[in-house]
């Protein structure tokens, strides 16, 4: 059989409205800007990916306009003319020519799985030796910025059976009132509703082992990236002096953070992302990891439209150790989408799509609708 190469790699911004602002410790955000990927096979066969960041270049080192000239300039012309079919060996190309980026090398590795599987007549799940299950567990993150407007938004949720889980963006505010603010939302919401909170780095070693004492003496169930992201001995100290569980985000970006937070027993739980990973592959490493070393894992969204989404399905849902499910809501924090079908909602979970590869199909009149000119 002759060799399937890879003819074209086409990359475009898309600009999606948020629902409401989405306020984090680091941005506002008003929209969501996604890095769609397509990846066009000799055999007539396409791939689609995404790289999805958060608040532009406020939340990591890569941002959608630096994704998509770093893509074309760079990841493209090593790709051209090689076999679409060889991912491993494509992903080591990339790693060996291209230094970081890997919320590029995700959207990029997304669209070769998903030229594969199509390829093959299976979906992307498949290709990890299956999902598990077909659905997962999906939370809520409240982030209006007003403490009322949370709880109607979490009690509107409840009811239509949509979450029953939130997480709550902390750590802009004093710790006091963030501390009034998520016990408020803990008390409003009752015992059976989990609520989380995500600091996004926010605090010092000190302001966090008061706040969360307070936080965990009124039932909060899990405490997310308190500290910088460098800090993995403060996170160590967090983790074994407190009993609720600590987890892991901005810390835990790589499969080597995951060995090096592993060693040093510096969280109970990981947040995994398949943009801060480089890949659907490395999230199966990082999972490896923290399955020998008993840390429990949890399924992270960058707020990826429904194609990051729809990926970052595909793989966790092959993953033994996920307990604390996903926050893969993505697509519900946008006002519209750019695919053909959406991703299924319902139960409190998400539908893992059927059909070939991701099972996603771009809506080209859509993306012209939203695609930045
Ligand atoms: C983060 O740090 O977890 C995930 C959900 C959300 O609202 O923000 C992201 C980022
Ligand atoms: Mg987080």
Known sequence: MSQITITGIETFIVDLPTIRPHHLSMAVMRKQSMVIIRLFASDGIEGIGEATTIGGISYADEFPEGIKLAIDTYFTPLLLGQDSTKINFLMKLLDKNISGNNFAKSGIETALLDAQAKRLGISVHQLFGGAISNSLPVLWTLASGDTDKDIEEA???????????????????????????????????????????????AWSEQIAKRAIQKLQDNGVDLIEQPLAKYNFEGLARLTSYFEVPIMADEAAATVQDAFKLAKMNAASVFALKIAKSGGLTNIARQAAIAQGAGIALYGGTMLEGTIGTAASAHIFATLPNL???????????????????????????????????????????????????
Not at 348 to 356: A, I, M, N, V, Y
């Open 323 to 373: 307990d604390w499910g996903t926050e893969l809501f993505g697509p519900l924090l946008l006002t519209d989408d750019i695919v053909k079908k959406p991703i299924a909602y319902d139960n409190f979970s998400l539908e893992l799509p059927t059909g070939l590869g991701l099972g996603i199909e771009l809506d080209m009149n859509q993306v012209a609708k939203y695609k930045r000119k």
């Open 155 to 201: 009690n509107k949720l409840i009811r239509s059976k949509k979450h029953n889980v939130f997480k709550l963006k902390i750590g802009t505010k004093k710790p006091e009132e963030d501390i009034q603010h998520v016990t408020a939302i803990k008390k409003a919401l009752g015992n059976d509703i989990k609520v989380t909170v995500d600091v996004n780095q």
